[in-house]
């Protein structure tokens, strides 16, 4: 009867621990899920209207950024990235396993299409002035989407001379490269240039103004663009 009793015991304890695979292989997952950030390489920010292809479907990426790509079957893949006017489009070959794969996609600014000039305006504040620098496309347009890229931004700041137009151009103030910015909230000024005022030799209760010639230098031209009223003082 002893052995009786170990044999059924044993035999219980086989169907247990199959019964215990079974459900386990039935709760875990048999797809993979395929999410991630698609951004800007150089600013970080979501980049919109771009379309992901991976097993012959496809998604439109438009106001947000991030992607979610399910019941992808656990294999490699080719993820094919279609980006909008200004990104470099590409594609990425990886493994995808059951479960959650993360695969973030950054995107490598190429150029601003259509982009026929500039047009520029100053801010001046406690610490220096602020140059926004606004791109214009062949309908001088403003531009809101565009990549942030490599740029150099030089200047001319002069005294204004005169109270009414045409104004002249008086002593020099400053000449040189100042530091770019880039701001993801603005709209149409993501990119600007700061001038402290440490390096501008002027008296703030003169309360004079000048003209600042601005010089933007892309990987696809040169473009330039005249403010002739810079305040050289703030409030």
Same mark, same amino acid.
Request: overall charge negative.
């Given at each position: 009867? #002893?052995?009786?009793?170990?044999?059924?015991? %044993?035999?219980?304890?086989?169907?247990?621990? *199959?019964?215990?695979?079974?459900?386990?292989?039935?709760? $875990?997952?048999?797809?993979?899920?395929?999410?991630?950030?698609i951004y800007d390489?150089? $600013?970080?920010? %979501?980049?919109?209207g771009v379309r992901?292809?991976?097993?012959?479907?496809?998604?439109?990426?438009?106001?947000?950024?991030?992607?979610? *790509?399910?019941?992808?079957?656990? /294999?490699?893949?080719? *993820?094919?990235?279609?980006?909008? %006017?200004?990104?470099?489009?590409?594609?990425?070959?990886? #493994?995808?396993?059951?479960?959650?794969?993360?695969?973030?996609?950054?995107?490598?600014?190429?150029?601003?299409?259509?982009?026929?000039?500039?047009?520029?305006?100053?801010? $001046?504040?406690?610490?220096?002035?602020?140059?926004?620098? !606004?791109?214009?496309?062949?309908?001088?347009?403003?531009?809101?989407?565009?990549?942030?890229?490599?740029?150099?931004?030089?200047?001319?700041?002069?005294?204004?001379?005169? !109270?009414?137009?045409?104004?002249?151009?008086?002593?020099?103030?400053?000449?040189?490269?100042?530091?770019?910015?880039?701001? $993801?909230?603005?709209?149409? /000024?993501?990119?600007?240039?700061?001038?402290?005022?440490?390096?501008? %030799?002027?008296?703030?209760?003169?309360?004079?103004? /000048?003209?600042?010639?601005?010089?933007?230098?892309?990987?696809?031209?040169?473009?330039?663009?005249?403010?002739?009223?810079?305040?050289?003082?703030?409030?």
């Amino acid at each position: 009867m #002893k052995k009786v009793f170990i044999y059924i015991s %044993a035999i219980v304890v086989v169907v247990v621990v *199959l019964i215990v695979a079974f459900v386990m292989t039935l709760a $875990s997952p048999r797809y993979g899920i395929v999410k991630g950030k698609i951004y800007d390489e150089l $600013s970080g920010d %979501a980049v919109r209207g771009v379309r992901l292809v991976l097993d012959e479907r496809s998604t439109v990426i438009y106001q947000i950024s991030r992607y979610e *790509l399910t019941k992808i079957p656990p /294999a490699e893949h080719t *993820l094919q990235v279609s980006s909008p %006017a200004g990104w470099i489009s590409f594609s990425k070959t990886f #493994k995808v396993r059951a479960g959650e794969n993360e695969v973030d996609i950054p995107l490598k600014g190429d150029k601003i299409p259509d982009l026929t000039g500039i047009i520029c305006f100053t801010e $001046s504040e406690k610490e220096g002035i602020t140059v926004e620098i !606004r791109y214009v496309d062949s309908e001088r347009i403003g531009m809101t989407e565009f990549p942030r890229l490599p740029i150099k931004i030089n200047v001319t700041l002069r005294e204004r001379v005169g !109270r009414e137009e045409p104004y002249e151009k008086g002593e020099k103030l400053f000449e040189g490269e100042v530091k770019d910015l880039w701001d $993801s909230g603005e709209y149409l /000024a993501k990119n600007k240039g700061f001038l402290p005022w440490d390096e501008v %030799a002027v008296k703030f209760e003169d309360r004079k103004y /000048a003209i600042l010639d601005v010089k933007v230098t892309l990987e696809q031209g040169d473009f330039e663009d005249t403010i002739g009223d810079v305040k050289l003082f703030f409030e």
